[in-house]
Structure formats: structure tokens, C-alpha cells
T-cell receptor, first 114, second 113 residues
Framework: DGGITQSPKYLFRKEGQNVTLSCEQN?????MYWYRQDPGQGLRLIYY???????QKGDIAEGYSVSREKKESFPLTVTSAQKNPTAFYLC?????????????FGDGTRLSIL | SQQGEEDPQALSIQEGENATMNCSYK?????LQWYRQNSGRGLVHLIL?????REKHSGRLRVTLDTSKKSSSLLITASRAADTASYFC?????????????FGEGTQLTVNP
């Protein structure tokens, strides 16, 4: 089945540690996105990529980094500079980065501080 | 900043009743989408309505769009317990050239059996 796989489902970060969240898609989509969701709130865009080897900052990029070396993969690194990383992280993809196309989501990674 | 704002924040109804959720937004849009999120899961796309459309149906879902009032509504008819979820609107703003969506804060719908 085609879809988006996020791993791990749960992740714990120690102080001063960088952690990387994995996102893989087999939908052959060009565009991929990372969102952060805090309890009872909507999604805020961290980074998005319209095509391989290209990405743009979203609304809350500080303390995060991404890479897009392969079409299928868009990993997100939460750096030690992100002082409040506890949240639910969602990865999504769409055929192209256009608002007239639906986004397909993974089932998220829940990140907590140890 | 969040483009869309859903109203109400939470809604509790009995099975078989209709549920209406509203979304307001601030700037001009190309399209508006509605998504559903079950607890602890990712979002699932429900329906897309273009700025030149006024109403759209999909099964038990009916979406309306009023660009003059910058608002949209999602109606779920004959609700079921399985419809319990959070519902989000997402807008594709003209100012971002359609490259990204901006999500509202959602309506938590509870359908009691």
C-alpha cells in the first residue's frame, strides 16, 4: 500500500541532544512537509520541500533542520537549540506543493523531553 | 499566524444528529480544504472546495464556502460514533502562491452512541 511512514512513534530527547525524525513516502510525491502540533491546537508548518535538494522554512523553523537528498525521504532534526521540543510531529506529502492538492499524512512521532 | 479559525472549539452531539463546524479566515484564498484527525493519528483529507465554488458534497459531508464573508462550513449529516474526531480547515492563501496550507486550530467533535 502506498503511504507515508514516520518513525519512531515515540521519541525521548535528553538535554543538549539532537534527534532525527524519519519520514518516508512511496507515493512518488514531489512535495513534503513537516508540521508541529501542540495539545489541542492546529498544525504549524516547520519546513517544506517542493522538490529534491530544495526546501523552505515555514512559520516555526528555528531550532529545526531538514534535508531532502532523496524524493522518498524528508528527515527532520530537532536540535538542542529548540528549547521546547515536546510536541506531536506530523509529516505530509502532496503530488506538488500546490494548494489545490490534498496532503497525505503519516501517523506522527510524539517527542518528549527526558 | 493561523489563517483559519474553527468554531466551535468543541461539539458534542447524539448519534443520528447533524454536526456543523465553521471556519473563518483572514486573507484571500485559492482553495479551502477540510481534514479529519482521529486521536493520536495523522490527518486525513476529506474535501477540497475552490474559491469559485459555493457548495460541495461528498457522501454525508457538505461543505459551503462564502468568500465575501471569508468563511466555510462543514456539515456532517446523520452522524455516527465513528465520526468522533477533530476536524480542521486548511487554506491555500493567494499570498503564498499556493505552495503551502495554513491550518486552523480545529473543532473536536464527539458523537455519543
Amino acid at each position: 500500500d502506498g503511504g507515508i511512514t514516520q518513525s519512531p512513534k515515540y521519541l525521548f530527547r535528553k538535554e543538549g541532544q539532537n534527534v532525527t525524525l524519519s519520514c518516508e513516502q512511496n507515493l512518488n510525491h514531489d512535495a513534503m512537509y513537516w508540521y508541529r502540533q501542540d495539545p489541542g491546537q492546529g498544525l504549524r508548518l516547520i519546513y517544506y520541500s517542493q522538490i529534491v535538494n530544495d526546501f523552505q522554512k515555514g512559520d516555526i523553523a528555528e531550532g529545526y533542520s531538514v534535508s531532502r537528498e532523496k524524493k522518498e525521504s524528508f528527515p527532520l532534526t530537532v536540535t538542542s537549540a529548540q528549547k521546547n521540543p515536546t510536541a506531536f510531529y506530523l509529516c505530509a506529502s502532496s503530488m506538488q506543493a500546490r494548494g489545490n492538492q490534498p496532503q497525505h499524512f503519516g501517523d506522527g512521532t510524539r517527542l518528549s523531553i527526558l | 499566524s493561523q489563517q483559519g479559525e474553527e468554531d466551535p472549539q468543541a461539539l458534542s452531539i447524539q448519534e443520528g444528529e447533524n454536526a456543523t463546524m465553521n471556519c473563518s479566515y483572514k486573507t484571500s484564498i485559492n482553495n479551502l480544504q477540510w481534514y479529519r484527525q482521529n486521536s493520536g493519528r495523522g490527518l486525513v483529507h476529506l474535501i477540497l472546495i475552490r474559491s469559485n465554488e459555493r457548495e460541495k458534497h461528498s457522501g454525508r459531508l457538505r461543505v459551503t464556502l462564502d468568500t465575501s464573508k471569508k468563511s466555510s462550513s462543514l456539515l456532517i449529516t446523520a452522524s455516527r460514533a465513528a465520526d468522533t474526531a477533530s476536524y480542521f480547515c486548511a487554506t491555500d492563501g493567494v499570498e503564498t502562491s499556493g505552495s503551502r496550507l495554513t491550518f486552523g486550530e480545529g473543532t473536536q467533535l464527539t458523537v455519543n452512541p
